[in-house]
């Protein structure tokens, strides 16, 4: 009985944070009711309360439903002085990149997030969230641009404040671009590309240009 009340309880949570995604992203945030939402979900707004504080408390659950997987791709960088920062820093980069472009479900929440949400007072605590998420990401971002210039014995071209939230804002830059045009360009490419130029001016990765050219295509020019 007791397992069956917690599963019909989540499974009500569950329902709440669907049609509270849905309508968020039809309407806009601010002009979405609490009301509406349990109507969609089939439930009263009571329900709502029982699991969430308020709007903001619902939509923050909302979005770690999709963001958690995320942020833990970059939970852990540069915590390990074996490992190497800069292709950890990269995938990660690269599994974030894939999961907005290839996942409708987190696409759409990115898109409420960006184009859908107001900051006002009712929404104070969703903004509180957002700093809070985006100073952790500067955080272990930069933890991992220092260990890696630490392991390649240089310093960065850049101060490491500078170097991590431009990082940063490229990043979430090209996700803002890519989802008012997801036709564009592809997410994924132009921002593993766009990455690797970033940590090549740091001075984090070699200039494939200086490199010397591979055996075989030195040899395809010499034979012409």
Known sequence: MVRRTKEAAQHTRSQLLDAAEQL???????????????????????????????????????????????EETIQHLGENPRADPVA????????????????????????????????????????????????????????GLNQAAAQQKQGLSLP????????????????????????AFDLVEYGCRSVDVYLRGLGLMPDLRSLPEPAEALAEVLVE
Not at 51 to 68: C, I, S
Not at 128 to 135: A, D, F, P, T, V
Not at 170 to 179: A, E, F, H, P, R
Request: glycine fraction near 4%.
């Open 24 to 70: 968020f992203h039809a309407q806009g945030v601010s002009r979405t009711s609490l009301q509406e939402i349990a109507a969609a979900a089939g439930t009263t707004r009571g329900a709502i309360y029982w699991h969430f504080k308020d709007k903001a408390d619902l939509f923050n659950a909302m979005m770690e439903r999709v963001t958690l997987p995320m």
């Open 88 to 143: 950890e820093l990269r995938e990660s980069v690269r599994a974030a990149l894939l999961l907005v472009r290839d996942d409708l479900q987190v696409r759409r929440v990115f898109e409420i997030a960006t184009h859908q949400v107001e900051y006002v007072e009712e929404l104070k605590a969703v903004k509180e969230r957002h700093l809070q998420c985006r100073n952790d990401c500067l955080v272990k971002i930069e933890r």
């Open 160 to 183: 490491a404040p500078v170097a991590v939230h431009g990082l940063h804002g490229l990043v979430d830059g090209l996700i803002q671009n890519w989802l008012l045009d997801v036709q």
